[in-house]
């Protein structure tokens, strides 16, 4: 039986109970307690008052585990609508451990005449909305065995005081994984996250943190973190470092337009570190990498722009950079020197305007070989010579694979 057919025969059979279970000389107004009836829990208590009859959906005897199992996995707006068909279920919905807040899963839309306006007061509006349900949803939960909490706010405002309020319940021992999406609003104060939440003792247990669209000043470390996203964070590169240097198991890191930070440093302790994704972080100009094992970084520029320490034993790098020019060329002529135990490599050139060149230095382990140029107008020099691309091809004695894409806005004659 399927999750939508169970609460559909729940219903039923509660509907069925309801009509079933009044004796035809049964005096009105006195309840005639049930020898299976179960005692209530605290928490479901408080939403029934004294002297008030409820029916009690009779389903099958499952364990409590069972019905928090099944109730999770029901999509958000399902499992709060079952909440309302069982006391079980409404136990399950106070102690959900998945809590995925988003404009898609709330089902919030403006309405077209707001659409069509397209102004502050629309997008205010539609951040009231989600705010509304959100703190309804947040008042009955428990906060207990919370594992995920991801919220992506939508509208042009932040009610401060109420996402502080839910980061405070969802917040907890148990919680391994934590998303906050911010909107960015440019002319106004930017949100600054409660890192006391974190430090506490309460964050001990996150595994993956992230953040975008705020103000982030650790100050210590996350024992059991392992990936750490920041997008559009305020935070320092000496800041940052505190973090990572205690969070000892830290295996991945994604900077995006994280633009406080002008020296990322990566301590040696960081043994289970292995992945470096940094992308838009415009004021950074330097990276000390001194973690022993990183093998792959994804960057929006050449090394040789962005000095980055140790990288003799990086086997896979993306360079990623619409606006950079002879990338190729700079990839086929210094990495075999810099990066010899390359084993991918993915390109994409805004314009190369010098010609491939012949290198005696070769890319010996390499397999895989991406290159993405972007021809724009006056991109790429009248003269360039695409038959060059062979030369980095001879450098790569044991490829495997090679992709080539070429994207043409305009034609040279």
Request: proline share 5%; net charge positive.
């Amino acid at each position: 039986m399927g999750l939508a057919d169970l609460i559909v025969a729940m219903k039923k059979r509660r509907q069925q109970t309801q009509a079933g279970s009044k004796p035809a000389n049964r005096t009105p107004g006195i309840s005639i307690p049930s020898g299976s009836k179960r005692t209530r829990s605290s928490c479901e208590q408080d939403d029934y008052s004294q002297g008030t009859k409820i029916m009690r959906f009779s389903g099958p005897d499952l364990p409590e585990d069972i019905w928090c199992h099944i109730h999770a996995l029901l999509p958000l707006p399902d499992a709060a609508q079952a909440a309302c068909v069982s006391r079980e279920f409404l136990h399950s919905w106070r102690c959900r451990p998945d809590l995925t807040f988003s404009q898609e899963t709330l089902g919030v839309n403006l309405t077209f005449y707001e659409r069509r306006l397209r102004n502050a007061r629309g997008r205010e509006k539609l951040a009231l909305k989600f705010t509304e349900i959100v703190d309804q949803i947040m008042k009955k939960h428990t906060g207990i065995g919370v594992k995920t909490f991801k919220l992506q706010y939508c509208g042009s405002r932040i009610y401060t005081r109420r996402l502080k309020s839910w980061l405070k319940i969802a917040v907890n021992p148990g919680l391994e994984e934590l998303v906050l999406s911010l909107p960015v609003v440019y002319d106004a104060k930017i949100y600054n996250f409660p890192c006391s939440l974190l430090f506490n003792g309460s964050g001990k247990s996150i595994s993956y943190l992230n953040l975008k669209g705020c103000a982030f000043h650790p100050v210590a470390g996350l024992g059991c973190l392992r990936k750490l996203h920041l997008s559009q964070v305020h935070i320092t590169g000496d800041e940052l470092g505190r973090l990572l240097s205690n969070s000892p198991v830290l295996n991945e890191l994604n900077l995006s337009q994280c633009n406080k930070i002008t020296c990322l440093k990566i301590p040696c302790l960081l043994n289970q570190f292995n992945h470096l994704t940094v992308f838009g972080c415009e004021t950074l100009e330097a990276i000390e990498n001194k973690a022993p094992n990183l093998c792959t970084v994804r960057i929006n520029t050449t090394l040789v722009r962005l000095p980055f320490g140790d990288s003799l034993r990086l086997k896979n790098l993306q360079m990623l950079w619409p606006f950079e020019y002879n990338l190729v060329y700079y990839a086929c002529a210094e990495l075999p020197r810099i990066m010899p135990n390359l084993e991918t490599l993915g390109i994409s050139s805004a314009g190369e305007v010098l010609n491939t060149p012949i290198v005696s230095a070769k890319f010996l382990h390499l397999k895989l070989l991406e290159i993405c140029l972007f021809v724009l107008e006056g991109a790429f020099s009248p003269a360039y010579d695409y038959l060059s691309l062979a030369f980095f091809l001879d450098a790569c004695p044991v490829l495997e694979t090679f992709e080539l894409s070429v994207s043409r806005t305009s034609v040279f004659l």
